[in-house]
Structures are given as structure tokens and as C-alpha cells.
């Protein structure tokens, strides 16, 4: 008899890792199709210079900041990702 009481991705720890990652991958992929994608709200004259993190505010910073973890640590959220789906196939 399984009593196991329905919880969200916020409380259940392996679906919030699941889902972090799914974000991570879905802004880096994005992203790559579109590299300016998260940049909406600079002006056009000011595209040729670099913004810095701290400038990249709301959901547009927020998903900014994502793709860049995605670039940078590929390898690593790669390996997550195949780990997480063994998880969720085999022990779940």
C-alpha cells in the first residue's frame, strides 16, 4: 500500500532538479538559435557593448543567466541530464 502523497517540482527534490535542468537546456538552446534572444531590453546602439551580468534584469537575465551556465558547464549538465533521466526511467 503505497500512502505517498502527491507533491510539486518545488518540494520534491529530484523534480526540481529535473526541472532546473530542463531550463538550463531549453535557454542555452534557445540562445543558440538566437543569440540575442534575452536581450530585449538594450537599446540597438548599445548591442556592440558587452552588458554586464549585473545589468540583466528580470526573466530576460534570469534566462540569460541560464544559457551561460549551459554554455559553459556543457559537459557537466550533459552528464546531469543523462543521469537524471536514468533516475527518472529506472527508479522512479
Known amino acids: 500500500n ?3 502523497v502527491a507533491m510539486s517540482a518545488i518540494f520534491d527534490f529530484s523534480s526540481l532538479i529535473t526541472v ?3 531550463l538550463i ?3 542555452t538552446y534557445l540562445r543558440e538559435l ?3 534572444i534575452f536581450d530585449g531590453t538594450v537599446a540597438p546602439e548599445d548591442m556592440n557593448q558587452p552588458i554586464p551580468p549585473s545589468k540583466r534584469v528580470g526573466i530576460g537575465g534570469f534566462c540569460w543567466k541560464l544559457s551561460r ?3 559553459r558547464l556543457s ?3 550533459g552528464a546531469s541530464c543523462a543521469i537524471m533521466a536514468a ?3 529506472f527508479f522512479k
Open 2 to 4: 503505497n500512502n505517498a
Open 20 to 22: 532546473l535542468l530542463l
Open 25 to 27: 537546456c531549453t535557454c
Open 34 to 36: 538566437r543569440p540575442s
Open 69 to 71: 551556465i549551459g554554455e
Open 75 to 77: 559537459p557537466y549538465i
Open 87 to 89: 533516475h527518472v526511467l
